[in-house]
C-alpha cells in the first residue's frame, strides 16, 4: 500500500507513470527529481491521504491526477512544479486553498477542483496563473467569491461553481474576463449585486438555474457585447 522511491529511481527514460485504481495510502514523490522525462502521473482512484510537494528542485512534470484521493491538505505548494499544464485535485477531502498552493503556475491551463469539501478560497489563491482556461470548483461548500479572486486569470473561458452554497453574488465578482461560460446553477442564490459580472465581453452562457432568485438587479451585467 506504499510506493518507495527506490522502485521507480532507475526509470530514467519513463514519460509516464499511470497507477490509478489501487489502495495505495503513501507515495514518495521525491523519486520524481531523478525521473527527469517524466510528464504525467496518474495516482487518481487510490486511498492517499497526504502528498509531499516540497523537493527543492525544479520538476519537469506536466500533468498530475490526484482525483479520487482522501486528501485533506497540501503538504507545501506546486512552487516546484512551473511546467504544469494540467491539475487534477477533484474528489477529495480538501478544505481550504491558500495563496501559495498554485504559486508561479505560468503554464497550468486545466485546474480540476471540483467534489471537495473547500469552505474557503484565500484572495491570491489563483493570482499569476494567467495561462489558466478552466477553473472547476464544482460541488463544494464555497459560500463567498472574493472580489480579486479571479482578477489575473486573464485566459480564462469557462469556471464552473455549479452545486457550493453561494447566497450572494457581489459586485465585481467577474470583471474584465475572457470567460465564454459562468456556471451558478444549483445554489441557495437569493440576490445578484448591480455589477456583479462586468466587462466580460466575450461571454455567451450564464447558468442560474436551480436558486433562489425571486427578481433580477437591473445592471447586474454591463458590457456584454456578446
Same mark, same amino acid.
Given at each position: 500500500?506504499?510506493?518507495?522511491?527506490? /522502485? =521507480?529511481?532507475?526509470?530514467?527514460? @519513463?514519460?509516464?507513470?499511470?497507477?490509478?485504481?489501487?489502495?495505495?495510502?503513501?507515495?514518495?514523490?521525491?523519486?520524481?527529481?531523478? @525521473?527527469?522525462?517524466?510528464?504525467?502521473?496518474?495516482?487518481?482512484?487510490?486511498?492517499?491521504?497526504?502528498? !509531499?510537494?516540497?523537493?527543492?528542485?525544479?520538476?519537469?512534470?506536466?500533468? *498530475?491526477?490526484?482525483?479520487?484521493?482522501? =486528501? *485533506?491538505?497540501?503538504?507545501?505548494?506546486?512552487?516546484?512544479?512551473?511546467?504544469?499544464?494540467?491539475?487534477?485535485?477533484?474528489? +477529495?477531502?480538501?478544505?481550504? *486553498?491558500?495563496?501559495?498552493?498554485?504559486?508561479? @503556475?505560468? !503554464?497550468?491551463?486545466? %485546474? +480540476? %477542483?471540483?467534489?471537495?469539501?473547500?469552505?474557503?478560497?484565500?484572495?491570491?489563491?489563483?493570482?499569476?496563473?494567467?495561462?489558466?482556461?478552466? @477553473?472547476?470548483?464544482?460541488? !463544494?461548500?464555497?459560500? $463567498? $467569491?472574493?472580489?480579486?479572486?479571479? /482578477?489575473?486569470?486573464?485566459? =480564462?473561458? #469557462?469556471? /464552473?461553481?455549479?452545486? !457550493?452554497?453561494?447566497?450572494?453574488?457581489?459586485?465585481?465578482?467577474?470583471?474584465?474576463?475572457?470567460?465564454?461560460?459562468?456556471?451558478?446553477?444549483?445554489?441557495?442564490?437569493?440576490?445578484?449585486?448591480?455589477?456583479? $459580472?462586468?466587462?466580460?465581453?466575450?461571454?455567451? #452562457?450564464?447558468?442560474? +438555474? %436551480?436558486?433562489?432568485?425571486?427578481?433580477?438587479?437591473?445592471?447586474?451585467?454591463?458590457?456584454?457585447?456578446?
Amino acid at each position: 500500500q506504499s510506493i518507495s522511491s527506490l /522502485s =521507480l529511481s532507475n526509470l530514467i527514460y @519513463l514519460e509516464e507513470l499511470r497507477i490509478h485504481g489501487n489502495p495505495i495510502k503513501s507515495i514518495d514523490l521525491s523519486v520524481l527529481s531523478q @525521473l527527469s522525462s517524466l510528464r504525467v502521473i496518474d495516482l487518481s482512484e487510490n486511498s492517499l491521504e497526504s502528498v !509531499n510537494l516540497s523537493f527543492g528542485k525544479k520538476i519537469n512534470l506536466r500533468e *498530475i491526477n490526484l482525483n479520487q484521493n482522501n =486528501l *485533506i491538505d497540501l503538504n507545501g505548494d506546486f512552487g516546484d512544479f512551473p511546467y504544469l499544464v494540467n491539475i487534477d485535485l477533484g474528489r +477529495n477531502l480538501i478544505e481550504m *486553498i491558500s495563496s501559495k498552493t498554485f504559486v508561479n @503556475l505560468t !503554464n497550468l491551463e486545466c %485546474l +480540476n %477542483l471540483e467534489s471537495n469539501r473547500i469552505t474557503r478560497i484565500e484572495p491570491d489563491a489563483f493570482r499569476g496563473l494567467t495561462n489558466l482556461e478552466k @477553473l472547476n470548483l464544482f460541488k !463544494n461548500e464555497i459560500k $463567498i $467569491i472574493d472580489a480579486s479572486l479571479l /482578477s489575473d486569470l486573464y485566459s =480564462l473561458n #469557462r469556471i /464552473s461553481l455549479s452545486g !457550493n452554497v453561494l447566497t450572494k453574488i457581489m459586485k465585481n465578482s467577474f470583471v474584465s474576463l475572457n470567460i465564454q461560460e459562468l456556471e451558478l446553477n444549483n445554489q441557495m442564490i437569493v440576490s445578484i449585486e448591480s455589477g456583479a $459580472i462586468k466587462n466580460c465581453q466575450n461571454l455567451v #452562457r450564464i447558468d442560474l +438555474n %436551480l436558486n433562489f432568485l425571486r427578481r433580477i438587479t437591473p445592471g447586474f451585467t454591463t458590457d456584454l457585447s456578446n
